[in-house]
């Protein structure tokens, strides 16, 4: 049993949560003791991959300048996970939407400015830079690690608010032998999670996996219809008149629940050359699709719903709802991901290709409906996209006071919209192909290309202080934008568009300074500089007609970020330790979507994304973990965190002078909790606070409104045996009722069942 089974075997949570079996370790073994398996100065790749930070020992494990947080595949398991998001929730400084299919904040920043890394691919999509979740199956996951912070000195665009990187499991078993994982959970609104994984160690050298991942629900009503009333008359009067807002707005109704299903399928292959070499390749195929069930209307007449008819609510006023509003979309999305990770930690030199083929990412809509149970015409709107990526780091250690870390990539990507004329909404495949183009009306597309370069130097200035200096140069080209139109009738283009190249460069330094202050407690300080390059949706997608459309543009600069951070990790005793962060980013170049007015006039001739605006960030980031005795424990952590829109009038435009507050953000963050451990018994209590995300002038409570909550989550889990476990889970325990823009779902709970062979 090596160092690193002795200190973590049995007891993932302990790994990147507390650092009391780290102490205790260095009490026992030493601090230069290392903390990686047999000949390997990989100890905890995390680290190595993620920061380019050499952790060989467990004192240097204490002394990593970053603030890094992991999830485990115990943390996943123990609180019956279901999604990447729903994972990450708990962390400091990160905030998980609780609508349907929620996405995440990372310190404020949203998925298209987080690069997210999937056994080292960027899983970014190339339409809009944001993370489809639904990629992603979580019971394959071995680990999450979140270093937050600016990472484009490795990592190059997206990396400015966090790099979140999974990796999925790999496990080693002696020859022949084989394991099989399965999961079986249901709970409220209908909701499923089925999985099963098989792996096989077909001899010393080779090991095979397969694995079936399926999540489904039945939803819950949370996205409104609401609309405005205008003068006119209706011979309908309603029987009474629907809820107003406090923007003036009706609510008219909804298109009911949202369910939706995913379902990944993944293989993996992993041969090791000797115990030092080792390739491995990762598969994964996934189809995902929403739509919204049972429509209603806040509109009756004689008790009856009303959809789409005119109705007078008095004062010569009317509601003029769209039958086509109630019906919401369709969405589809299919993808496949490849990964090849070549390993030689003797030479300290590894290197990746992945590709990532979005074959579909879309939705439908209904066109003309005529009744609320409308199948019939409609449109599809689909932008695939291929990413392919290539990187490789090499590490030359021991230079003096240095270990020298050099690395190169290539990625290059492409997204094609297609536009399409349905027969029917609901169906994706009942394409129309009398209109247009064999169904085509619109084609845009567009490629990015990318070459960079980096080198990190780890110099060890004096025994307890530290130097980390990086720096990356990355090239990067737009080219082969496009934009086609055809007409409805004879198919024939009416217009056709080809948008110039156009190139930059972007260099990324990052410095870092660590300095051990004694063996219980460490200091750091970064600044980094980073960036993210436009969607090319907003570089090459062409929105149509000539008034009030929206114009590509080619020439869109990355928007460009430098933080600055300082931080303290400290062990306060054998069974507490803490952390503190403070940081603040100034964001330039902001990319804003503007509308430009016709000379003279407010009206609207062109729509475009340009660069304009400042953001300015900053926050305060605490973490505690206590462990009580060998049953119980809990954690605390508070994130205090503002944003700031700085921009000026631009003439022409609706650009105005503004400098206030992002209330997209919220400014108070808590999450708090216990872990009770005994025996076959393992049971979580989780708290939530997360306070109000807009001007102090808004209501709250209803519909739009990001209302301030505390939810309290729990989850129980006993051991039947060795080979069986059953789950249960309630979340938002006390039913609250809240809304995050759209509804929520209130209290939900799942029974499960795990079984390993």
Not at 279 to 294: Q, V
Request: aromatic content about 12%.
């Amino acid at each position: 049993m090596t160092l690193f089974d002795r200190v973590f075997g049995g007891n993932d949570a302990v790994y990147g949560l507390t650092e009391g079996a780290i102490d205790g370790a260095i009490a026992q073994y030493g601090e230069d003791k290392a903390v990686s398996f047999p000949n390997t100065a990989y100890s905890l790749p995390c680290y190595y991959a993620v920061t380019g930070t050499k952790v060989t020992t467990l004192k240097e494990l204490k002394e990593t300048p970053a603030s890094v947080d992991v999830v485990t595949a115990q943390d996943i398991q123990e609180r019956n996970v279901k999604s990447v998001p729903e994972a990450l929730q708990q962390l400091p400084g990160v905030y998980m939407s609780q609508v349907a299919q929620g996405g995440i904040q990372i310190r404020g920043f949203e998925s298209d400015n987080i690069l997210i890394l999937l056994d080292g691919m960027p899983m970014n999509t190339t339409y809009n830079n944001n993370m489809e979740w639904e990629m992603l199956p979580v019971e394959n996951i071995e680990r999450i690690e979140v270093v937050k912070g600016a990472g484009s000195s490795l990592y190059g665009g997206r990396a400015v608010g966090a790099v979140v990187n999974i990796i999925t499991k790999d496990q080693t078993m002696a020859k022949g032998e084989s394991k099989i994982n399965a999961v079986l959970d249901y709970g409220s609104n209908n909701t499923w999670k089925k999985a099963v994984y098989a792996n096989m160690q077909v001899d010393e050298k080779l090991s095979v996996g397969l694995g079936y991942e399926n999540r489904k629900s039945d939803g819950f009503k949370g996205y409104y219809y609401t609309g405005n009333a205008k003068k006119g008359t209706a011979n309908i009067k309603p029987d009474n008149i629907p809820p107003q807002l406090s923007t003036g707005k009706y609510l008219l109704g909804g298109r009911g629940e949202k369910q939706w299903e995913n379902e990944n399928i993944s293989a993996h292959i992993k041969y090791d050359f000797d115990e030092d070499k080792s390739l491995k390749y990762n598969y994964i195929h996934t189809e995902s699709e929403y739509s919204y069930k049972n429509p209603f209307s806040t509109i009756t007449v004689n008790g009856k719903p009303i959809f789409g008819e005119k109705v007078d609510i008095g004062n010569g006023l009317i509601l003029s709802p769209s039958i086509s509003s109630y019906l919401g979309y369709d969405g589809k999305k299919e993808s496949d991901l490849h990964v090849l990770n070549y390993v030689d930690e003797a030479n300290k030199f590894s290197a990746n290709f992945g590709y990532l083929d979005m074959k579909k990412n879309g939705y439908s809509n209904a066109s003309g409906a005529k009744n609320i149970n409308w199948n019939g015409e409609g449109t599809d709107s689909y932008y695939p996209g291929k990413t392919y990526n290539f990187d490789f780091q090499k590490v030359w250690e021991d230079i003096g006071k240095h270990n020298i870390l050099v690395g190169g990539s290539y990625k290059q990507e492409s997204f094609d919209q297609d536009r399409i004329y349905l027969n029917n909404w609901r169906d994706h495949g009942s394409v129309n192909t009398n209109w247009g183009n064999n169904g085509l009306y619109e084609k845009h597309g567009g490629k990015a290309k990318n070459i960079a370069l980096f080198i990190q130097d780890e110099y060890q200035i004096s025994d307890p202080l530290t130097m980390y200096l990086g720096v990356r140069w990355d090239h990067f080209e737009k080219t082969d934008g496009y934009s086609i139109y055809y007409d409805k009738k004879t198919g024939a283009v009416t217009r056709s568009l080809n948008y110039d190249s156009a190139t930059y460069d972007e260099i990324s330094p990052k410095i870092s300074l660590n300095y051990q202050a004694d063996e219980d407690t460490n200091y750091y300080v970064s600044y980094g500089h980073s960036f993210n390059p436009p969607p090319l949706y907003q570089v090459y997608r062409d929105g149509g007609g000539d008034m009030g459309g929206v114009i590509a543009n080619p020439d869109l600069d990355p928007e460009t970020s430098n933080t600055f951070e300082i931080g303290m990790k400290k062990q306060l005793s054998e069974r507490t330790n803490i952390g503190l962060s403070l940081y603040q980013v100034k964001t330039d170049d902001k990319i804003l979507y503007t509308t430009h007015y016709k000379p003279g006039t407010n009206k609207a001739e062109y729509k475009q994304y340009e660069n304009y605006g400042t953001e300015k960030r900053r926050g305060i980031e605490f973490e505690a973990n206590h462990q009580f005795d060998d049953n119980w424990s809990a954690y605390f952590n508070y994130a205090w965190q503002s944003g700031k829109v700085e921009q000026s009038k631009v003439a022409g435009t609706n650009l105005k002078d503004v400098n206030s507050n992002d209330y997209g953000i919220p400014k108070h963050l808590m999450h708090a909790g216990f872990n009770y451990k005994q025996d076959k018994w393992n049971a979580l209590l989780d708290c939530q606070y997360v306070s109000a995300r807009q001007a102090p002038d808004d209501v709250t409570g209803e519909y739009g409104a990001e209302d301030p909550y505390f939810i309290v989550n729990t989850a129980i889990n006993y051991q039947l045996s060795d080979s069986t476990s059953v789950q249960f889970a309630i979340n938002n325990i006390f039913d609250r009722e809240f809304y995050s823009s759209e509804a929520t779902s209130g209290r939900t709970y799942s029974v499960g069942v795990r079984y390993n062979f």
